[in-house]
């Protein structure tokens, strides 16, 4: 047995310690000063690895809420002060920007750090369980009972879940007898509505199974969420909320509010987890949009929702992204929001192709990829043919600054803010805006 003390924390909120063979190793929940009393365990030949027997703890934990954190595979900081977080997690993306392409960004603080996310996927496990991964253990789930970083609405929805499977165990799906049906439950409520829904993700044809009659019965009569709908995909399937829908009651949707449009999210449909704490972006592109603009151009533009923000500030709005339905769902919803505006939303891959994109006079251009980032075809169309004026949002800063280095030699920046839609996790969201230079 060794006792080893953390040194210091990473930008992830992990403890760094100095293993007994002088290597560096991370641990989450644990704070600077902390010990460890710790073992080197052979698990290969060749591989050992640090077991932690007990952990001194040597700092106060007044500040966690949640009586699973450390276990759950959710929040990594709340034993941090959220200053600290702050500075845990900016200051690195800051360093880099400055550093790197001389890039001065304005960091900007969350005012709400619980009770924040609008959308929680709880796995279900025979005994029954409801809960999160286990942090380092995908096979093991931590029973939750209540969770800190959710609504009141959706706490009370869990709770009633947990009662009402307590009455069917037998309708959970066991991964092991591959017996049973019922794998994940996901509670969405929107923060501005009183809308929300329950959606259990069931293995494909249990829907035919003779225990589903009762337990659509239950479900109707204890639960008392205005929408419940069951999806059903394929047995091996760990993903939640997807699938062939059967709505139970109410409908397949609920309707958020954002800057006074109405969104209707589809249940299968990714629509930002925090949308309050996303209003720093929202507001930040608004007030800087260039006066007397024609053209809007909205790349990886999902079910449109910069689009209908910011579609009244524009007489044409085009916009591209590679599912289907979400470009149906924008078409139809901007139709609606502004029948007398041109618009043409269209399906594209723009990772493997941007013909389809064409350059614009006074046109303005916002682009949200995937925390990958949106790829060498669209950062070197934005080099050679974009628009005089773009907005960069991104979830992940860091693919973020290696797309704009292969622009930026374009455009001059202008401004940009970093943004913590998500305390007690590493997670940031950022926006960059830059001006084209004169040709």
Not at 75 to 89: A, N, R, S
Not at 167 to 173: A, E, H, L, Y
Not at 333 to 338: A, V
Request: glycine share 6%; charged share 20%.
């Amino acid at each position: 047995m060794d006792k080893v003390k953390v040194e210091g924390l990473n930008s992830d909120f992990s403890g760094i310690v100095t293993a007994p063979n002088g290597k560096k190793v991370d641990i989450f929940f644990v704070h600077p000063g902390d010990e460890l009393v710790v073992e080197y365990v052979k698990r290969r030949p060749r591989q050992r690895s640090l077991k932690i027997h007990e952990i001194i703890r040597n700092h106060n934990w007044d500040l966690v809420k949640c009586n699973v954190f450390g276990k759950c595979g959710g929040c990594t900081g709340q034993h941090i002060p959220y200053e600290t977080q702050l500075e845990l997690k900016f200051k690195p993306i800051l360093d880099s920007f400055q550093r790197d392409l001389g890039i001065s960004i304005t960091p900007t603080p969350q005012s709400k750090t619980y009770a924040y996310r609008s959308r929680m996927d709880f796995s279900v496990f025979p005994g029954p369980v409801i809960g999160q991964r286990q942090r380092g253990n995908f096979r093991n789930v931590v029973p939750i009972q209540e969770c800190s970083i959710q609504s009141d609405w959706a706490n009370q929805a869990l709770q009633n879940v947990q009662t009402l499977l307590h009455k069917f165990p037998g309708i959970i799906w066991d991964r092991r007898s591959e017996e049973g049906g019922l794998k994940y439950l996901t509670i969405r409520k929107a923060q501005n509505t009183d809308d929300g829904i329950l959606i259990f993700t069931f293995t494909d044809g249990y829907e035919n199974h003779p225990r589903m009659e009762n337990f659509r019965t239950e479900c109707l009569e204890s639960l008392s969420q205005e929408s419940i709908l069951f999806c059903y995909n394929r047995p091996k399937s760990e993903v939640s909320a997807v699938g062939r829908a059967e709505i139970l009651r109410g409908k397949q949707s609920y309707t958020e509010s954002v800057l006074g449009h109405f969104f209707e999210v589809p249940f299968d449909s990714f629509f930002q987890p925090n949308p309050n704490g996303f209003l720093p972006i929202l507001n930040f592109i608004k007030d800087l949009i260039p006066q007397n603009q024609i053209n809007l151009i909205d790349l990886f533009c999902g079910n449109g929702f910069f689009s209908l923000l910011y579609g009244d500030l524009f007489q044409h709005v085009e916009g591209y992204e590679l599912t289907e339905s979400s470009i149906q769902i924008a078409s139809n919803l901007f139709s609606e929001t502004y029948p007398s505006k041109s618009h043409s939303f269209q399906v594209t891959n723009l990772f493997l192709s941007t013909e389809t994109l064409s350059k614009k006079e006074n046109a303005t251009l916002i682009l949200d990829p995937p925390r990958s980032g949106a790829g060498k075809l669209v950062n070197h169309w934005i080099r050679d043919f974009g628009p005089e004026f773009v907005f960069y949002v991104s979830c992940n800063p860091y693919s973020q600054k290696e797309d704009v280095s292969s622009f930026l030699s374009a455009y001059e920046y202008v401004d940009g803010i970093l943004i913590d839609p998500y305390p007690h996790t590493p997670h940031t969201e950022s926006v960059l805006f830059f001006r084209r230079k004169q040709r």
